[in-house]
């Protein structure tokens, strides 16, 4: 049965927004009872604050760690979709901790090809951030089949900003909750109501 979510760590800079979404993946493994563990994190004060939060972290890249036939990785260009039974014989999911490009440029292809006793599973068509890629997979761990569940590729919301409202446009996808909004971490929509745009990711 599955126990662990695994980010493999891959983005040069621990920004903001990147640990807002890892902080969220923390959350939302832990309060499905799984363990929350970044591999490939050498970034010493990224590590500490993952670690303070509630997950294990690893300097060592996780196909040093996890490469089994008990592992799963996550590519959006896998062949097959992740399946609900196949999460009761893994142990261990593994997502690209990528601040994700549109259109996406393949880079979880860096690990995944890496994990050679792994399996190979997409989440859809679409790409997710990391914290909704988590949300999907616990949604999976709890018996849901992809087709089943509700997903919002793009999500458009007003914020408040000291220059004023300004309309924000995320291009990628993410899971629907049961009130029928997506759910996006509520650190990101903070870091997006005091001005943090998608420049700091490049910056």
Do not use: C
Not at 11 to 23: F, K, N, S
Not at 36 to 51: I, Q, W
Not at 62 to 68: R, V
């Amino acid at each position: 049965m599955l126990r662990n979510v695994v980010v493999e760590h891959l983005e040069e800079r621990a920004t903001r927004w990147l640990v807002a979404e890892y902080l969220e993946v923390i959350k939302v493994a832990r309060e499905a009872g799984l363990t929350p563990f970044f591999t490939n994190v050498r970034d010493e004060a990224l590590a500490a604050l993952l670690e303070k939060s509630g997950a294990r972290v690893d300097p060592r890249p996780g196909w040093s760690l996890f490469n089994t036939p008990y592992t799963i990785v996550l590519d959006l260009e896998a062949e097959k979709q992740l399946e609900p039974w196949e999460l009761a014989a893994a142990d261990t999911v593994v997502i690209g901790g990528i601040m994700g490009d549109h259109p996406p440029r393949g880079r979880t292809r860096l690990i995944s090809f890496m994990y050679t006793d792994a399996a190979k599973r997409n989440l859809g068509p679409h790409q997710f951030s990391v914290d909704g890629a988590a949300r999907v997979v616990v949604e999976v761990f709890k018996g849901k089949r992809l087709k089943d569940l509700k997903i919002q590729v793009g999500v458009s919301f007003k914020v408040n900003t000291l220059q004023g409202e300004i309309e924000v446009f995320l291009p990628f996808a993410y899971p629907v909750g049961e009130d029928g909004e997506p759910l996006l971490s509520s650190r990101v929509r903070k870091l997006l109501e005091r001005g943090v745009t998608w420049d700091e990711l490049e910056g």
